[in-house]
Structure formats: C-alpha cells, structure tokens
C-alpha cells in the first residue's frame, strides 16, 4: 500500500522557502508534493508522471497574468525543482481547445512561445490535458495498481466496480492535443469526479490544494491496490548474489556485434533477481506474457515493445546467438510493418533488445550505460508484475502494435532520450584495484567524468564506501585481499554481476617494501611479489579471460613504476616484482593482440599517495639538503607531479585504439628513466 507522506509543517517550509508571493509559495508546495509522489516507485520512475499547479502572476505591465506551472522534460519528480516546473501563460493554451487540430510541432511552438522563461525546458506532451481541467492542482501518475487496472480488457466494468462514478474513463489516445480535449470533454460530462482513469496509460488525480490533489493519487492508489489484493510495493532494485552468469559477457558482446560498428562500446546490463522476479518465471503462461507488450506508452522508450527470452538451454554462444538475431529480425519486421502506416518516414532505430527474461536467473536492463540500464531495470521489474497480477485477473492487454510503434517512435518522446554526444567512455566498465588509494580513486574520478561506470576494488569497506561517494551512485565496490587466491576471479565474477561484463582493468594497486638487498629477508621479497606483481597477473589472466568471452577486445593498463627501469637505492623489493610485471604487460601485449586486447602500462614518479607518503618525502629531502617542494619538484619541468595527472595518463592511453605494449611516463621529465 502507498503511504501518505505529506506533512503540513514540512509542507509550510517549502512554502516560505520559495518566497512571500502567495503564487511562489504555491509552486513551492507543488514541488513538495510532486517529490513525494517521485520517490515512490509503485507511483512513478523515470520521467514518467508529471505535475502542474494554475497561479497567478503580474507580468512585466504590471497585468494580472493567468500562469500554469507544468513539469518539464528532462527533469525526474524524485529530483524536482522550481525551474523544472515552467511557467506558460495559460489562456493562450486554453484557447487551443477550440482548434480542431493541432500537430505536435505547432503544440510545442506555441507552448515555448508562452513560457515566462525563455530558457526554460520543453513543458510536459501532456501540458493541455492539465491546462484544460479546471483545477487549481493536478497530478499524473503511472501507478503499479493503476497499470495493471488499465490494462485489464474490462478495464471500464472494474473501475466502476472500484471507484463508482468518482473517476472518469478516458479511451487510448496518444499524449498531446487530441487527448487533452478528449479529456476535458469526457470530463466536463461528469465534472464531479475525482479523477480520470487513461486506459492503457494511467491515472489523474486533482484538487483545490496540493495536499488534496496528492491525496487523492494516494487514496486512488491504494483503492485499486486493494482491490487486486496487492498489500506489498514493488520489490525494486534488489540484486542479490548468485552463480553461473559468466553467459552475460557473451550477451553483452553479441548484442554489440549484430546491432553496432566494432567501435562502438558494448551494453551495460543490470541485473534483478529477487524472488517474485524468480517466481514469475514457474508460470506456465510465461511464452504468452512475454509477447504482449508494455503496460505504459512511456516504457517502450526504455524497453523496447518486448524483452529478449533466454531458457535455461540457450545460455550458451549458439543459443544467445539465435535468440539475438531472432529479436533482431522480429524488430526490423515489426518496424517494415508499422512505417507504412506511418504519416512521416521514420528511421529505424537500433534493434537490440533492452531488456531480457532470463530463465532461472533474472531479468536484465540493458543499457547505454548504467543508469539507462537501471531504468530499464526498474520498468522491467513493474512490468512482470503489472503482467502476473493483471492476467490473473482477467488479462494482461496493453497497446497494440501501432500504438507502441507511434509512441516508440514520437519525435517528442524520443527527445526526452536526449542526443547529445557521448563521452568518450561510455558503455565501458571499468575495475580499478587500489581504487581507494590516492592514484587509483583520481583515475576513477578522470573515467567517471568521461562517461565509464566503475568497480572499485581495495581492501578497506570503508575506504570504499568513502570513495564510492565521490563517483556516480551507479558505480560500485568489492573490498577484498587481491594477493589471496581467487580474489581475481571473485572481483570479475561482481564486474558481471553488476555492469555484465569488463572493458577496462586498470591494474593498479601496490606497495613499496625497502631494504638493501644483502639484508632483505626473502619472506618480505616474496610478500612483495604477491602484491607487485602475481596480483598484476592474476587480475589480468581473469579480465583477458572475460574480455575473450565478449569477443570484442577490451584493454588492461598497469600501472608499473619507474623503478622497473630505474632503479634507486634500497627499493629493490619494490622495483624487481615492478620490473617483471613491465615484462608481463609487454609478453600479454604478444599475447593478446590477436582478441584487439591493448595492454599498456604507466610509469609515474614522485606521486603523494600511500607509496610516497608526507613522512616519507620528509625524509627524502631532508637527507638531499632541499625543501620539500624542491624534492618533489625534482623533474625536467620542475613541476609536482599530482595523482590526478596519473590518471589523465591512464585516460589518455585508454584512447590510443591503435597501441599495445607500450608504457607512458608520468613523471614530469626524468632522464634516466627515460625509456630506451
């Protein structure tokens, strides 16, 4: 059941804070409950839903002026702010009504015309439909209990059976001009109700007061949740541990391959695998449901029309194989079939699913990178039980074929997408051990901003947790002993439970042992090969080993030293095992080249971190006779070398498509350890 979490005390602070004009105040609480409606998922996710609240305002003349506050594209009602609620003058809009048609470029012209902002984004495809309703509140959502109502195919006998005469029914029609006055004609016949119920699409609610227009959304809500005996939210998001999914790095490399160029990244997947997801998959009718669509207009964006069906038999190269291209066919199929009917000629869009049914395992998101796959995750996971629950009773029947293909192909549902370009590393996971420490978080933060999604490894949960704070909340981490047997495989096993796969292993962590040689113990020399090298070895053999699965190359970058080619006094346990991992990244190199895996290694000299520690550059220079800065300044461009610049070298060498076995000094100019 959904909770009431509107508080009035909260509800007064978001009032002043938002200023002492009584129509500021008011956008102030709309945002507030619009918030409350965005973090409950069984509400709505993903840009789905939107709100809007009627004020007035003076304009510039000093007129009264009749405002309509509506979400814009682009912004989540989870994350809402005033700017993402623009303000269009209302009266031009209401006079649309009387226009017998209206496409959808003249609607968005005219509605960017009347915005108060001229730098505001795009109002809502569905702003009409709330400027003609008459209430001073309105509130859209896409509500689990209310998916599964409206799909039902006695969707009209049911709501009356639920609600009586307090809602409205409104047929299928297609966001924009033609269903906002299908809805207030239908409304203004019964202007009593409390809502409106959109068939196959969702649910309005409204009301003199946000609180009121909110409660209703929960009231409503939790009416037709009774009704179909649904007394838990929808399990989202959960991921739990699990076995044999080393397929996935061969999904994600097959998708790439018969739906992208060689150059293009591979899929990020996400992963759900609670119990009901796993339950849904003993039902006999599971073929049927498979084929029938999306419960909402909005999903098909995320999800394309239908996901793609692994059995247990087919998680395999042959197996995943077929089923790729069966989908691939069956899309480009669909899209022949619906183009002709379509008024304007349409490019197809790629036809790689975007998101599976995975028999005994889960179900996937598949994305550009993880957020979008996460999305597609979260809709995934609503829309089995929108399916199970709605075909126990009575039947799950969304959109027909011409439907989906008008709303999966509307030029203003396609815009929320966004098309922009890129980052360059997009679509690339990335693991980095010692990512904790000094070098390896600054390299995760420079991948982070260009776009990879990234594991962190290192030893201290903490330290992670810490880390993990100053990346994205898609990236993830795994604390573990890398010099223990296993770790290597258990670090590339989470990469594929999380993201599906690896594209990037920067090989990083390390430390340094002293001592001269004569004196050195061999336990500690050997102690510091386990870290300095066999640990090198091991994450390398088992990312190569994923990397050869997905068949689509990848890269492995080392971060070796320049103790490997210049050695200095008493570090010898340090730079010998530095050494033979130089000798390890140029022998993969070989190695490798033939799977397009590049292996490439950095040396860096003099970088502030848990090697170079403040008591240790002490020490340094003040056994050379100089300051600090001096010592650390102590290069051909006398210049500190920071850790961040450690990781634009990483970055830099990631990007060279064309170089394999070859190391990049970061070091600010050192002759003699110049390579030769």
């Given at each position: 059941?959904i ?7 909260e509800?007064k602070k ?22 409350l ?7 709505v ?35 809402l702010q ?9 009266d ?17 012209n ?5 915005l108060l ?14 400027a ?13 209990p ?17 609600f ?11 966001p ?11 409304y ?11 068939l196959n699409h969702?649910?309005?609610?409204f009301?003199?007061?946000a ?12 009416q ?9 939210p ?6 739990n541990k699990t ?41 006999k ?14 999903h ?34 669909y ?7 379509a008024i ?10 975007k ?6 395992l ?8 993880a ?6 995750a ?9 399916r199970?629950?709605g075909?126990d009773?009575g ?6 074929e011409?439907?989906?293909?008008d709303?999966?192909?509307?030029s203003?549902?396609?815009?929320k ?5 890129a ?8 693991v980095?051990?010692g ?15 260009l776009g ?16 993990l ?17 296993g770790s290597a ?29 004569l ?22 053999v088992?990312a ?24 200095g ?21 070989l ?7 590049r292996v ?17 550059i ?23 070398v920071?850790a ?8 830099a ?7 394999t ?13 110049e390579?030769?």
């Amino acid at each position: 059941m959904i909770k009431d979490l509107y508080k009035n005390k909260e509800a007064k602070k978001w009032r002043e804070n938002h200023g002492v004009l009584e129509c500021d105040q008011d956008l102030g609480e709309r945002v507030y409950t619009s918030r409350l409606i965005g973090w409950n998922p069984d509400l709505v996710m993903h840009g789905g839903g939107n709100t809007s609240v009627k004020v007035n305002r003076k304009n510039i003349f000093g007129e009264i002026e009749r405002v309509l506050h509506v979400k814009g594209s682009g912004w989540d009602l989870d994350t809402l702010q005033a700017p993402g609620l623009p303000g269009v003058r209302l009266d031009p809009l209401c006079k649309l009504r009387n226009l017998s048609k209206l496409s959808d470029e003249e609607m968005v012209n005219i509605q960017r015309n009347n915005l108060l902002d001229s730098t505001s984004p795009n109002p809502s495809v569905e702003t009409l439909l709330h400027a003609f309703l008459p209430h001073k509140f309105v509130d859209h959502t896409h509500a689990t209990p209310f998916l599964i109502l409206a799909n039902l195919p006695n969707a009209r006998e049911v709501c009356k059976e639920i609600f009586g005469e307090k809602l409205a029914i409104v047929p299928y029609i297609m966001p924009g001009f033609a269903l906002a006055k299908k809805a207030a004609e239908i409304y203004e016949k019964k202007p009593d109700v409390e809502g409106l119920l959109l068939l196959n699409h969702g649910h309005f609610a409204f009301g003199d007061t946000a609180k009121q227009s909110y409660q209703k959304i929960v009231e409503h809500t939790n009416q037709v949740a009774k009704y179909f005996k649904l007394k838990q939210p929808t399990s989202i998001g959960e991921r739990n541990k699990t076995k044999n999914i080393h397929f996935l790095p061969i999904l994600r490399g097959i998708i790439a391959n018969y739906n992208g160029s060689k150059e293009e990244p591979m899929p990020i997947f996400d992963l759900r695998n609670n119990k009901n997801v796993l339950n849904f998959f003993k039902r006999k009718d599971i073929n049927i449901l498979e084929k029938r669509g999306m419960a909402s207009p909005d999903h098909v964006l995320r999800t394309k029309g239908k996901p793609i069906y692994l059995s247990k038999s087919e998680l395999n190269f042959n197996g995943i194989s077929k089923k790729v291209i069966a989908f691939k066919n069956s899309y480009e199929k669909y899209f022949d079939r619906q183009v002709k009917k379509a008024i304007e000629p349409k490019t197809i869009l790629k036809a790689d699913p975007k998101h599976a049914w995975i028999e005994n395992l889960g179900i996937l998101g598949i994305g550009i990178n993880a957020k979008s796959a996460a999305a597609a995750a979260d809709l995934a996971e609503q829309n089995l039980r929108v399916r199970a629950v709605g075909e126990d009773f009575g039947g799950f029947y969304p959109l027909k074929e011409k439907d989906m293909f008008d709303c999966e192909y509307w030029s203003l549902e396609q815009a929320k997408l966004g098309k922009g370009i890129a980052p360059i590393f997009q679509g690339n996971v990335l693991v980095i051990t010692g990512g904790a420490g000094t070098i390896g978080l600054a390299t995760a933060k420079e991948f982070s901003k260009l776009g990879a999604n990234i594991l962190l490894v290192d030893q201290d949960p903490k330290a992670l947790e810490n880390a993990l704070k100053q990346l994205t909340k898609f990236d993830r981490s795994f604390a573990c002993d890398i010099t223990k047997n296993g770790s290597a495989e258990k670090v590339m096993h989470n990469a594929i439970l999380n993201f599906g796969g690896i594209d990037i292993l920067i090989s990083n962590a390390g430390n340094a042992t002293s001592g001269l040689m004569l004196e050195l113990d061999d336990k500690k020399l050997r102690k510091a090969f386990e870290l300095n090298f066999f640990a090198h070895k091991s994450f390398a053999v088992e990312a190569a080993k994923i990397m050869k699965l997905q068949k689509r190359g990848g890269q492995i970058l080392f971060n070796i030293s320049k103790q490997a080619i210049n050695p200095g006094s008493k570090m010898g346990a340090y730079g010998l095992p530095k050494a033979t991992t130089m000798f390890l990244m140029r022998q993969l190199a070989l190695e490798l080249g033939n799977d397009k895996i590049r292996v490439n290694g950095i040396n860096a000299d003099r970088v502030r971190s848990g090697l170079l520690t403040d008591n240790f550059i002490k020490e340094r220079s003040k056994s050379r006779g100089i300051s600090e800065q001096v010592y650390m300044e102590g290069n051909l461009l006398q210049q500190e070398v920071e850790a961040k610049h450690v990781g634009q070298g990483f970055t830099a060498l990631a990007q060279m498509k064309r170089t394999t076995g070859h190391i990049l000094t970061v070091d600010g100019g050192n002759t003699a350890a110049e390579l030769r």
